[in-house]
């Protein structure tokens, strides 16, 4: 069983940053492609990026140069580093995991089979 749990959400100024962080719990953690995606007030789910076993990470247009992700293989860990936050990036995060993930839908939410309660960010002044 996978048990994903996200930390690091809050309130930060426009143009502010925040670190999140995504703790797996399971033994199969590197055979999964993590992944971080959001969901906005009254908006549909989006996906923000992700990384694979091997470390290749793909990043949404939108977030191309202010956000990163990355892994930790010893401690069954992602990460999502974002800067110069905008008000659209207001939502809740969700760390998620996917061991049959393949290029043609690593940004589709549906490939991905766990999911973390989410964390909430809001940027505002």
């Known amino acids: 069983q996978v048990h994903l749990v996200e930390t690091g959400g809050g309130l930060v100024h426009p143009g502010g940053a925040l670190r999140l962080s995504c703790d797996f719990s399971g033994r199969t953690y590197r055979s999964h492609t993590m992944a971080w995606l959001r969901r906005a007030p009254a908006k549909d789910g989006e996906f923000v990026a992700s990384i694979r076993t091997g470390g290749h990470n793909y990043l949404a247009d939108s977030v191309k140069g202010r956000f990163a992700i990355s892994r930790d293989n010893s401690k069954n860990a992602v990460y999502l580093q974002m800067n110069n936050l905008h008000a659209e990036g207001t939502a809740v995060y969700f760390c998620?995991?996917?061991?049959?993930?393949?290029?043609?839908?690593?940004?589709?939410?549906?490939?991905?089979?766990?999911w973390g309660q989410g964390t909430q960010v809001t940027v505002s002044s």
């Open positions: 998620a995991a996917g061991a049959r993930v393949i290029l043609s839908n690593i940004t589709s939410m549906s490939a991905y089979d766990y």
